[in-house]
Every structure is written in C-alpha cells, then in structure tokens.
C-alpha cells in the first residue's frame, strides 16, 4: 500500500497518509477541519540495491564460472580469422 502525501490549502497542514490505492482522497483537514485538504504528487519511494547479490552472474556455481573463464581468450590472445586485424596490418 503507498503512502500519500496531503497538504491543507487553507491551513497548510500537512501530513501523510497510508491508504490502498482503492480509497477515494481525504478531503477533510485533521487540523482545522475545513474541506480543503488536497492530495500532493510525489516522487514516490525509492528502491535502494546495496551490496552484492543483484547481477545474474552473482548466482553462478563456481564450476560454471570456472569453465566460463577457461572458454574466453586472453587479452593477448590473437585471433587468425579476425577480419579487422587482418586489414590494419596490411595497411
């Protein structure tokens, strides 16, 4: 359920409210009791992802993050059928 923001208009009351999404908008101020209380828009909540744990490969077996690293080549590595590299050494 969120939480919404009101403000009074006439007294500048202000306060939050939680409530089901289904529920009509308070209209009646707590404070001064006049009918000029009006739902504010806000920024809503934020979702906060600390430390690690939120990226696909974070979950992978050791074994599977083994052989991953196995099957992909050294930065050293050359590649005979790389078609780029062929045509920088020729010019």
Request: net charge positive; proline share 5%; aromatic share 10%.
């Amino acid at each position: 359920m969120p939480t919404y923001e009101y403000e009074c208009d006439a007294c500048q009351y202000a306060l939050e409210k939680f409530q089901q999404i289904t529920e009509k908008p308070l209209k009646k101020c707590p404070e001064c009791g006049k009918l000029k209380l009006r739902r504010l828009i806000g920024g809503g909540g934020a979702v906060l992802f600390k430390g690690s744990g939120f990226y696909q490969t974070d979950y992978r077996s050791k074994s599977y993050k083994k052989g991953a690293s196995s099957d992909s080549p050294s930065s050293g590595d050359s590649c005979a059928s790389c078609p780029a590299k062929d045509e920088k050494a020729k010019s």
